[in-house]
């Protein structure tokens, strides 16, 4: 079926460093990808999206690529914060316009 | 500008009861959408509701229910609790369904005893 899974359960960085959050999606034809952090206790946040006709977008502090010739999605984030702690889902949206979750992977960023 | 709301945040029942969540979209938003997110893991979409109907649905029994109302509002009703129902229910908006980013809630948490 199609899923939307991610390469590392849990990455931990040094305050400052960058971080990347890699995801890889089975279903060639989604075209929209949202990036969700989301912290204890709370509902998944809007980081970031992007649309399959783009291979690139930026935010503030946070980049998304999009690869679909091997159907691979990665987030950046810059200069990580410990309020970047959380965990971060990648989700496509199939062509029903459901979103479809990966299992997440948990950012730890050391001071 | 208020962003999407559910109530109640915690909610406790036994195995047979029922349950009604409910969910206020953000303000501007026609679409809601619903998901099971199960402790360690990602959301599962449940079902989406636009114009008061159900649009589309995921893998669930028919045990859930939902409904949308003309305020765009909407609740998940789910019959015959079962242990397995244990989960953090969002609620997530967004304006119309197609390629929308989806804004969610803060969840009600239900426990099943």
């Known amino acids: 079926g199609e899923s939307v899974g991610l390469h590392l359960p849990t990455l931990s960085v040094q305050e400052g460093d960058n971080s990347i959050i890699n995801c890889a999606y089975s279903?060639?034809?989604?075209?929209?990808f949202i990036w969700y952090k989301q912290e204890s206790g709370k509902g998944p946040q809007f980081i970031i999206d992007?649309?399959?006709?783009?291979d690139k977008r930026q935010g503030q502090r946070v980049t998304v690529l999009l690869n679909k010739t091997v159907k691979h999605l990665s987030l950046q984030i810059a200069a990580t914060q410990p309020g970047d702690s959380a965990v971060y889902f990648c989700?496509?949206?199939?062509?029903?316009?459901?979103?479809?979750f990966g299992s997440g992977t948990r950012l730890l960023v050391r001071p | 500008d208020a962003g999407v709301t559910q109530s109640p945040t915690h909610l406790i029942k036994t195995r047979g009861q029922q349950v009604t969540l409910r969910c206020s979209p953000k303000?501007?938003?026609?679409?809601v959408s619903w998901y099971q997110q199960a402790l360690g893991q990602g959301p599962q979409f449940i079902f989406q509701?636009?114009?008061?109907?159900?649009?589309q649905r995921g893998n669930f029994p028919d045990r859930f229910s939902g409904h949308q109302f003309p305020n765009y509002s909407s609740e998940l009703n789910v019959n015959a609790l079962l242990l397995g129902d244990s989960a953090l229910y969002l609620c997530?908006?967004?304006?119309?369904?197609?390629?929308?980013?989806?804004?969610f809630g803060d969840g009600t948490r239900l426990s099943i005893l």
């Open positions: 997530a908006s967004s304006l119309g369904f197609d390629n929308q980013p989806q804004h």
């Open positions: 279903n060639s034809a989604s075209d929209y």
């Open positions: 992007i649309r399959s006709n783009m």
């Open positions: 303000s501007g938003h026609d679409t």
């Open positions: 989700a496509e949206m199939d062509s029903s316009y459901k979103l479809i």
């Open positions: 509701y636009y114009e008061e109907e159900e649009r």
